[in-house]
């Protein structure tokens, strides 16, 4: 299919939606039949929902079998949009509409406008998921860190299978772009394309609305340290990491590949980046940057620096904590009302005495950097921080991007990010497209 993902900007569900519902009829009076079957990678599964649900397609549609679809969204699309890799994603171009509708709040108001749709009854779908990357220090590998569970360095499988009337098909330990070969899938896709809506029954595929509800709620990883910003001359961040730490993996991405990147311990030595393995994925959301890889086995506690040299750049780095407590974010739901007050959990997953620091809180706008932002209060917990904030009166997507900063029981300081994606929805359950 050629659509407008293929050579330029990506389209969003409601610019490619219309576009594959009138060659779905055009390819099933092309070849006489009365239906056709739909087998769709990524993005595609979307963009087919809602060629069926809102243009017309469905009763063209037989079987549509998901490769790795984000139904749910990715939060690498909600990343693109944090404080730390807006920089970097507007110099690559990477704002575009396609990403903007996959950040996983737009996806959860999607869903909740959707799923319960009856046409959704009249075609059978299939969903499948992947779990593997390609290879250590791969983009998808380091995706691993902030992608929820098992996933595929792209797409996590909660959300690949997060189809309320979708059944399951197969899930195989292999990564998002080795979904889309038929090498890899065409022998467990082929037997279910057979069996469509006439061999079984397709009444009560419509979602429970306390279904829906119940699937936008949230829960991240966090071991993670992210940064980000310009590179005009001299830039320089700081990484605090805490004793106990079995590795940290350094990924380290910026648009030019001139630009100096260097990586200085607390007791002063300087770490010079690996080459990273060459991107699988030229349709990732960073599959443009050049990437740059540190690694330090057992790091020694303190703060760690990292200091660039370039112009015109901008840089995007991300920090994966390995063999320490395991911190995660947990919200109870995507979606809010307009004003509405509410709260996220960050569990550090040990007894830790700290605070939020500096969250801000940014709308997402396609095509350009945050519009607004911010400053929320800081709140202090012991092991847990309960952030509260009241959602913006303007209906869009915003992200909340902040450090969580606290001192353990060995009087160290303890730092984790956290970008958390939500909407907010007008009365009408509308958050714009």
Avoid: C
């Amino acid at each position: 299919m050629q659509l407008k993902d293929a050579d330029g900007p990506g389209g969003n569900m409601w610019t490619n939606g219309p576009v594959l519902a009138d060659v779905i009829r055009k390819v099933a009076a092309y070849y006489g039949v009365t239906q056709i079957n739909v087998i769709a990678h990524s993005k595609g599964g979307i963009d087919t929902q809602t060629a069926l649900v809102y243009y017309g397609a469905a009763p063209y549609v037989n079987v549509v079998h998901q490769l790795s679809t984000p139904n749910k969204g990715s939060e690498l699309a909600d990343m693109a949009y944090s404080t730390w890799t807006s920089w970097l994603a507007d110099i690559l171009g990477q704002k575009d509409d396609a990403v903007y509708s996959l950040q996983t709040s737009y996806m959860a108001n999607f869903r909740a406008q959707t799923d319960s749709r009856s046409e959704n009854n009249a075609t059978k779908t299939y969903m499948s998921g992947g779990m593997g990357d390609d290879g250590w220090f791969t983009g998808g590998w380091f995706a691993h860190a902030v992608l929820p569970g098992e996933d595929d360095g792209a797409v996590s499988l909660y959300s690949a299978l997060g189809l309320p009337y979708g059944i399951t098909s197969f899930t195989k330990n292999i990564s998002h772009s080795a979904m889309a070969k038929a090498s890899q899938t065409w022998s467990l896709v082929q037997p279910k394309l057979s069996l469509g809506t006439n061999a079984t029954a397709m009444s009560t595929l419509a979602a429970p609305a306390a279904e829906l509800q119940a699937a936008s709620s949230v829960v991240e990883n966090n071991d993670m340290i992210l940064r980000g910003g310009k590179v005009e001359g001299k830039a320089s961040a700081v990484f605090p990491l805490e004793s106990g730490i079995g590795r940290v993996s350094l990924e380290v991405m910026t648009a030019k590949g001139n630009t100096n990147v260097s990586l200085i311990s607390p007791s002063g030595k300087v770490y010079r980046p690996e080459a990273a393995p060459a991107e699988t994925d030229p349709d990732g959301i960073f599959s443009k940057a050049v990437r740059r890889i540190f690694q330090v086995n057992k790091p020694e506690s303190g703060s760690w620096s990292l200091q660039l040299n370039g112009d015109g750049d901008a840089y995007f780095a991300l920090a994966r904590i390995e063999g320490a407590g395991q911190t995660r974010l947990s919200a109870d739901k995507k979606v809010f009302r307009q004003g509405e007050k509410a709260r996220i959990n960050v569990d550090f997953g040990g007894s830790v005495k700290g605070s939020a620091k500096k969250p801000r809180l940014s709308k997402s706008v396609n095509g350009r950097s945050a519009a607004m932002s911010k400053e929320l209060p800081d709140t202090v917990a012991d092991g847990r921080l309960q952030p509260p904030f009241d959602a913006p009166s303007e209906p869009g997507v915003y992200n909340l991007s902040f450090d969580v900063e606290g001192i353990n029981n060995r009087g160290e300081k303890v730092t984790r990010s956290v970008n958390y994606n939500f909407a907010v929805a007008d009365e009408q359950g509308n958050i714009g497209k």
